[in-house]
């Protein structure tokens, strides 16, 4: 190769270790969030049973819940894996709620610091 070209040449750059981390935090806040929101639906049922018993509206407690059940799971889905940059939890059309990699690239979401390699 001439010299002009090998000055083009792109070094790839090793990602920022910083910067890394705290995608991956961004990332696991997502999954909990969602998980929070998962978890509380048998809040949301109990709350909506007593309302419909005492002759209630139930709109717009249901429309709220499913706003934010819905903020968060496209919060979700739009994290991308710092490694592969690729979508970290969604490979098809659905999320993978229970996996704590990349379903791409295998990629952790612990950050670097609490990963253990024994």
């Known amino acids: 190769m001439s010299k002009p070209q090998q000055q083009h040449k792109k070094i790839p750059e090793s990602p920022d270790p910083v910067k890394f981390s705290k995608e991956l935090r961004e990332i696991v806040r997502a999954r909990t969030r969602l998980a929070v929101c998962f978890w509380t639906l048998p ?25 934010v059940y819905a903020g968060f799971a ?4 739009m994290k991308n894996c710092p490694s592969c940059h690729k979508q970290f939890y969604v490979k098809n059309i659905f999320l ?18 609490f990963s253990s390699e024994d």
Request: hydrophobic share 45%.
């Open 43 to 67: 809040v949301y049922v109990l709350a909506v049973w007593v309302l419909l018993n005492n002759g209630r509206s139930v709109d717009s407690m249901m429309w709220i819940y499913m706003a």
């Open 74 to 77: 496209i919060n979700m889905s």
């Open 96 to 113: 993978n709620l229970l996996s704590k990699k990349c379903v791409h690239c295998g990629q952790t979401s612990a950050p670097p610091e």
